[in-house]
C-alpha cells in the first residue's frame, strides 16, 4: 500500500482519508492550520468538521504541504471550489515528482466558467500528473465517516488513470465506479447543489413532497439541457453523479445545500445563512456560474436562473416559485425529442 496525501482537512477531506485508511494506505492529511493538525494527532478526530468520527492510527496531520506530500504516490485535493486555485498554486510549488491527481471538489467557477479540473490544469503543469481524475458521488461525508455502504463514480481523459483511483478508493463500503465523462461526471456533481439549495427552500415554504420531487426531475432535466450543450454524455445525468447526487443532496439534512436552502426558505437572509453554516456552501457561487453559463450560451435553466434570483436579487422565494409555476406551456420531452428524434416528437 503506498503514501497518500489528502489536501484540505474539512468534512470530506477527513472522510476519504479514513476510507483511503481502511485500505491501509499511509495517509496524510493536510490542513492549512497548525493547531487542526495537532489536535487531530492528538485525539484521532476533527472536532470542528466530522466530531463523531474516530480516525485510524494511520491518518497523520501535517500542516507543512511539503511534509505531507513528500514521497506520496497520489494526491487527493478536497478544498472547496474558492479554494482550488490557491491550494493547487501551493501544490505546483511544492511537488517535485510526478503523482496520481484525484479532486473531490464539487463546484464552478464563476467568471471563468471553469469546472474544477480545468482550473487544477491550468495551475499545475500536466507534466507531474498526467490527466487529473475527479470523485463524484452520492456520498455524505458523515456516512461515509459512519461505514455506511456509499457508491462513486470516477473520471478521467485518462480512464487507465481513473481505474487506478478506482483501486486506492474501493473497499466493501465504498464502491467506486468509473465513467470516461469528465465532462458530464464534473458538472452533475457541482450542478446538483443548485438544484438542492432549491429543494431546501422549497422545503422550508412547507410545500412537501410533490414540489421536492417536481424540483428534482425538472433540475435534472436542466442539468442535462445545459451538460449536453456542455459535451457531457447525456446517460451520465442518469448515474450515480447525476441523478444519485441529486437525491441525496435535495433530500438529506446532512446536506449543507439543502440546510441553507432551508433557512432560505423559512425567510434569513444569505449573509445570515451562511454565517449560522460555517461549513462551505458550494451551490451559492455555483449558482453564479451556471447563471453566466445558461445566459452566455442562450439555455434555458428556469430554475438555477429562479434560485439565482432569489440569492442574488432579493427576490422573495415564493415569488419566484409563483414564477416557475405559471411559465409558458411546455413539453416534457422536449430535450429527448432533440437528442433522440422522431420518436419523441409528438
Ligand atoms: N461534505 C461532504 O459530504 C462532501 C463534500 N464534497 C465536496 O468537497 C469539497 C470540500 O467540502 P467539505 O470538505 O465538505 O467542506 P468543509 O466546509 O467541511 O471544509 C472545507 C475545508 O477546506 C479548508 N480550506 C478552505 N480554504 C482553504 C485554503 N485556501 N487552503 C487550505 N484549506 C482551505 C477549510 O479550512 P478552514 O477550517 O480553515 O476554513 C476546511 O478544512 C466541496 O467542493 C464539497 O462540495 C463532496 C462530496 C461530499
Ligand atoms: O455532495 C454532497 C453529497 O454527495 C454533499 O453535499 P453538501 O455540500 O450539500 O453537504
Redesign the pocket.
Known sequence: MGKIAVL??????T?LALVLADNKHDVRLW???EE?AQEINKTHRNG??LKNIQLPNNVVAFSNMSEAIEDVTAVVL??????IR??SIQLKDTLNHPVTLIH????LEPDSLKRVSEMIEEEIPPALYGNVVVL?GP????EVGERHPTTVTVSSKDIEKAKKAQDLFINENFRVYTNPDIVGVELG?ALK?IIALGAGISDGLDYGDNAKAALITRGLAEIARLGTSMGANPLTFAGLTGVGDLIVTCTSP?S?NWRAGNMLGKGYDLDEVLEQMG??V?GVRTTKAAYQLATSQNIEMPITSGIHKVLFNQEKAKDVVDQLMTRGKRHEMEDLSSILGDRFTY
Open positions: 484540505g482537512a474539512g468534512s470530506w477531506g472522510a490542513t492549512h492550520r487542526q470542528r468538521y478536497v478544498v472547496p471550489t474558492k479554494a490557491e491550494v473531490a471538489t464539487k463546484g463524484s456520498s455524505h461525508a458523515e456533481g447543489n446532512h449543507r461549513m462551505v458550494e
